[in-house]
């Protein structure tokens, strides 16, 4: 595993699933972390009782990805409480699906603040602080380079805009040795959308490997690119999705 040690790290929507995942393993890895959440305080509290348990700095801030303010408040928290900010994982999401003709102006507006703009934002205030060795991770979706199924275009388009965001913060962060990637994990097992769900079995079958990822897979792939592994590899857009897209 990379070792992070003397780094810190800023994940978004950190309090469950995938983001509590990458934010344990960042923490493994050596790096302190601090993490968002909209609502689970109390499960916030419990992933940074875990981060501290393995010797790290720990810290939890509310913040909500839907509020333009919420972004760089996260960052300056992080920097006041641990003095640097080396690596940003834009984890924080949304999930408004259904029929294209039921789609409301309310949850496009919430999809593209919570995906969009505040991975915009939090990268933007993140990048003043970051200096060569930076890393910004994005979390995105499978949806973005394939969607077999209908009732995702709002979700998938929200997700497909990182892909844009990605090359062009590798294009501008690039020479300060910052790089940039979007990972796009494919159906994982999450409370969002559970392996033992309705819809399991039909998801299962678009994989290649015929089975749902775990929050782990999606989390070591993250490490990697935040850690030495990662120091030639921007604006890059990496499928950890069993094969989904192939």
């Not at 800023?10 to 959440?37: C, F, K, P, Q, W």
């Amino acid at each position: 595993m990379s070792s992070l040690a003397g780094r810190t790290a800023l994940v978004t929507g950190g309090s469950r699933g995938i983001g509590a995942a990458v934010a344990l393993r960042l923490a493994e890895a050596g790096a302190d972390v601090a993490l968002t959440y909209a609502r689970s305080a109390d499960r916030a509290r419990d992933v940074v009782a875990e981060i501290r348990a393995l010797g790290r700095g720990g810290l939890a801030i509310e913040a909500d990805a839907a509020d333009p303010a919420s972004a760089a408040h996260a960052v300056e928290r992080t920097v006041a409480e641990f003095g640097r900010i080396d690596v940003l994982v834009n984890n924080a999401g949304v999930l408004h699906y259904g029929p294209l003709e039921q789609a409301t102006i309310e949850e496009v507006d919430h999809t593209l603040a919570v995906h969009t703009r505040a991975a915009f934002l939090t990268s933007q205030a993140a990048a003043r602080h970051m200096g060569a060795g930076g890393r910004i991770i994005s979390i995105g979706s499978s949806l973005a380079e394939r969607v077999p199924y209908p009732g995702f275009t709002l979700y998938a388009m929200s997700k497909a805009a990182l892909n844009g965001l990605t090359k062009g913060l590798a294009r501008d962060l690039g020479p300060r040795g910052i790089t940039a990637n979007v990972v796009h994990p494919g159906s994982t097992d999450t409370e969002m959308n559970p392996a033992d769900g309705p819809d399991a079995e039909a998801e299962k079958a678009f994989a290649a490997v015929g089975r749902y990822g775990t929050v782990g897979d999606v989390a070591a792939m993250v490490v990697h690119l935040a850690g030495e592994g990662g120091a030639f590899v921007t604006g890059a857009a990496i499928a950890v999705d069993g094969g989904f897209a192939a």
